[in-house]
């Protein structure tokens, strides 16, 4: 496993300066460019395999205004959800490859093609046009706590808990949360019982309750809670400490040599639609990334906290990185990788 | 409050563009309420980006209007033609479909018209009262183990309705949970009863298995008398309930009036979980279960109050703690971002004037039901006398296009023609449709909250009995069971 770390931390150290050089892209004064034989003739149709309420259904909204204000080309959202994505995901590969039509996913295409390799692969089977969203995660209790108040006595208070302490998060076989929480535990050797909402609501509601001692989450997810002083984060699991979090540990200074995994939302076009309308696409979406409304969500996401743009080979090594990492970890967790 | 909830109507009507907005609100959740598949969220949908160029108190009234709205819109179609508008309003057609067929529509739709309001409007006093109070008492006593004791003890309560005997209403129970394990485990994510088809990942979508369940099998059956020379076509029934028969069912309605707000203050849970227990109570505390399903009024009283109570419960921990009740309260969180805002406590000390005139709408759109509703009403029961020879096919359509426009899905389009020949052949056999779809829509909640409450009690049943609220649902929904198995023995007719 130390081998696997190590290899884990150079691919973060690779992938926060390929970040750090792609977030350059947005000073480029590049504002139009003609549309390839017209097209596209019509609105696009971006498929989002989740509910149009959520994290996903939110930034797809923000880039197709982002977009359309730039090209004037309306941009139709079909939610499919389900299944964590594969349901979105097979209707879109089903769809015409004539770029006319969108798919936006997260990083969970990649963890389930590293499960399983007949899944497509959002690196190769698709063209990433643009990542938008990167961002990292972080462990929170309430602000009023009064039986831990950081880091290193919430671990003691879970361990002399022998098993009963409880973390709300979203985790399903093989997700980013049951993967960080496994290095976590392995790390600290404390033992956590891991509850699992497949909604926002009441995985937040249940620790303003008092049902779950602690939360593992993304930073803009909660941020109204943090801005009205409900939750604080005690663990940042991130190399180095964000600027606006200077306050709260990372999980290496913690003692914890792991590589952290990253949610990522981007937004893909079929490796069969024709090159020259991808080419456009890519331009449109890039540029849409570069718009003032998709910059302003962003912000108030804190999606602009570490370096969140990818443009296409950067989405690339991003995606292949994280499936190597994914598929090495699930292999030594002895699961059944295909 | 009473100077606050004046402030908040001098300001949602002292302007005309604001009348506007609330009145588009109210005409358009009632319509998108009643068409089957499309439904207020799809508006919600279409309307949230418009909502950037309004102001933000007009945004997020209009869509907390189109929420109370909507979720009566639906009750009209599950009454006249056996198609809930939404999961909501299925319990409405489980007596409103047969009261139409009995020629008692006009009651049937009265009823709901007025209930509604009631619901609603109690609902949006008792918000305005005790907001943050009420949040913080849920938020802290409530979790997942007691979701799971009130879907239990619902699910008890339920199985004995629209079944010929106890035991058909119980195997139908059974078989809308066994549905509800079509698809992905919520605790690990495992794929269950998918037969390699991706898209039976999601699992049974509850609007297509509805509409199948209900107006396609309810087609099937009627094609068959028609067929068979024994069509009776439904009666257009004008006459509303007297005050006499409202007044009957007054603890009907104060008890779904509990009942609603108590499901709707629930984050994540919302007005389906309400409605169904709003109807599983009137069975429970009725002397004559045996005729709910066959058109009693009771049954859609006691679904209608429900599940518009919901409705201003469900604002309550969104606007004390920001935590959305289900999807449109979620959409409301959009709404309020857009405008820089987020809801939670803060909002009542920086927003006095929003939550006001949010408040203050949500109040006058239930009312809005009553007389909105009364006048849809007279107009609206003509389209019984359709023929059924040009009706039936319109249903198809209607049903189908509602099918297939919630995902985009063929897969939904397959579900509710699935759903409708198993539903035909089990209401011959005199199975229960309301009991197939109630542990379908219950199933799912329940086995989530199961299993979140499991882990939350680290696998110690037992810890369960340790949570008062847990403890005494689970013991109310044991003894309903034994009284349902005592019942089975007893009567002859409930032994087949």
Redesign the interface.
């Known amino acids: 496993m130390n081998r696997l770390f190590g290899i884990g931390v150079a691919a973060t150290m690779m992938m926060v300066a390929s970040g750090a050089a792609n977030a350059f892209e947005c000073k480029v004064k590049e504002a139009s460019m003609d549309k390839p034989g017209g097209f596209p003739e019509r609105a696009l149709t971006m498929i989002v395999p989740y509910g149009p309420a959520g994290g996903s259904g939110q930034v797809a909204a923000a880039m197709a205004e982002g977009v359309t204000g730039l090209t004037g080309v309306a941009i139709n959202r079909d939610h499919k959800p389900g299944g964590s994505g594969t349901v979105g995901m097979t209707a879109y590969m089903a769809s015409p490859a004539d770029g006319y039509n969108v798919l936006e996913h997260i990083d969970d295409a990649s963890s389930a093609h590293a499960l399983d390799s007949s899944k497509p692969n959002p690196a190769t089977d698709l063209i990433p046009l643009v990542i938008s969203q990167v961002t990292f995660s972080q462990i929170y209790i309430r602000t009023n706590e009064t039986r831990y108040n950081d880091w290193e006595s919430f671990v003691a208070w879970v361990k002399a808990q022998g098993g009963k302490a409880t973390i709300a998060n979203v985790s399903k076989e093989g997700s980013m949360e049951r993967v960080t929480m496994k290095f976590i535990t392995d790390a600290t050797g404390m033992e956590i019982q891991q509850i699992s909402f497949d909604k926002g609501a009441p995985r937040y509601g249940a620790l303003l309750g008092g049902q779950v001692d602690a939360l593992f989450e993304q930073p803009g997810d909660v941020r109204k809670f943090l801005d009205a002083g409900n939750f604080k984060p005690i663990l940042t699991i991130f190399d180095e400490r964000p600027s606006v979090f200077a306050d709260v540990p990372t999980h290496r200074e913690m003692g914890m040599d792991f590589d952290p995994l990253l949610r990522f939302r981007g937004f893909y076009v079929h490796k069969d639609a024709p090159a020259d309308r991808v080419k456009w696409l890519q331009w449109a979406f890039q540029r849409g990334y570069c718009q003032d409304s998709y910059q302003a969500f962003n912000e108030s996401k804190f999606m602009n906290v570490i370096d969140s743009y990818r443009d296409t080979a950067g989405a690339r090594d991003l995606i292949t990185r994280s499936v190597a990492q994914y598929r090495d970890v699930y292999k030594a967790m002895g699961m059944d990788v295909k | 409050m009473v100077e606050n909830f004046l402030a908040g109507t001098a300001a949602l009507f002292g302007d005309p563009f604001t009348v506007a907005i609330f009145v588009f609100g109210v005409i358009g959740g009632m319509l998108f309420g009643a068409i089957p598949g499309v439904s207020m969220?799809t508006l919600a949908?279409i309307l949230?980006?418009f909502t950037a160029d309004l102001e933000p108190a007009q945004g997020v009234m209009l869509f907390a209007v189109i929420y109370c709205t909507g979720t009566y819109g639906g009750a009209i179609t599950a009454i006249l033609f056996n198609i809930p508008g939404a999961p909501e309003n299925a319990p409405t057609a489980f007596d409103g479909y047969p009261m139409t067929r009995k020629g008692q529509s006009g009651k049937a739709v009265g009823a709901a018209v007025l209930c509604s309001a009631i619901g609603g409007v109690a609902s949006a006093l008792v918000m305005m009262a005790a907001t943050e109070p009420l949040a913080n008492w849920?938020?802290?006593?409530?979790?997942?183990p007691e979701i799971f004791a009130l879907v239990f003890f619902g699910l008890a309560v339920a199985s004995s309705v629209g079944g010929r005997t106890i035991w058909k209403g119980w195997m139908s129970v059974l078989l809308g949970l066994l549905i509800a394990t079509i698809?992905?485990d919520?605790?690990?994510?495992?794929?269950r009863y998918n037969f390699g088809f991706?898209?039976l990942?999601?699992?049974i979508a509850f609007v297509p298995a509805i509409l199948g369940f209900f107006a396609v099998s309810e087609i099937f059956i009627q094609a068959e008398k028609k067929a068979t020379g024994k069509f009776d076509a439904p009666k257009v029934g004008m006459s509303f309930p007297s005050a006499m028969e409202l007044w009957m069912h007054k603890f009907a309605v104060l008890r779904s009036i509990l009942v609603g707000f108590f499901c709707g203050i629930l984050?994540?849970i919302g007005a389906t979980l309400a409605a169904f227990m709003g109807y599983g109570e009137a069975v429970r505390w009725s002397k004559n279960k045996e005729e709910f399903g066959t058109g009693k009024l009771e049954g859609v009283i006691s679904s209608e109050t429900a599940n518009n109570a919901a409705t201003g419960a469900a604002m309550i921990?969104l606007l004390a703690?920001?935590?959305?009740?289900g999807?449109l309260t979620?959409?409301m969180?959009?709404v309020f971002?857009m405008h820089?805002l987020?809801?939670?406590?803060?909002v009542f000390y920086n927003s006095p004037e929003l939550i006001w005139i949010v408040f203050a709408a949500m109040f006058y759109a239930n009312l809005s039901i009553l007389f909105i509703g009364l006048i849809e009403t007279k107009t609206i029961l003509y389209l019984l006398k359709i023929p059924f020879q040009f009706l039936a096919p319109l249903i198809l359509l209607l049903a189908t296009i509602g099918a297939y426009i919630s995902?985009?899905?063929v897969l939904d389009v397959m579900v509710m023609f699935g759903a409708g020949i198993i539903g035909f052949l089990l209401r011959r056999t005199g199975y229960s449709i309301p009991g197939i779809v109630l542990g379908l829509i219950l199933g799912k909640i329940g086995e989530?909250n199961f299993?979140?409450g499991m882990?939350?009690v680290?696998y110690d049943l037992g810890t369960y009995f340790s949570r008062p609220i847990c403890t005494i649902l689970i013991a109310a929904g044991a003894l309903t069971l034994a009284t349902g198995v005592y019942r089975a023995f007893a009567s002859p007719t409930n032994k087949a």
């Not at chain 2, 919520?186 to 794929?191: R, S």
């Open positions: 969220l949908a949230l980006p849920a938020i802290r006593n409530i979790g997942p698809g992905q919520p605790v690990g994510g495992i794929n991706t898209d990942a999601a699992g984050p994540g921990p703690l920001g935590l959305p009740g999807a979620a959409m969180v959009a971002q820089d987020e809801p939670g406590p803060l995902r985009g899905l989530q299993a979140q882990q939350m680290h």
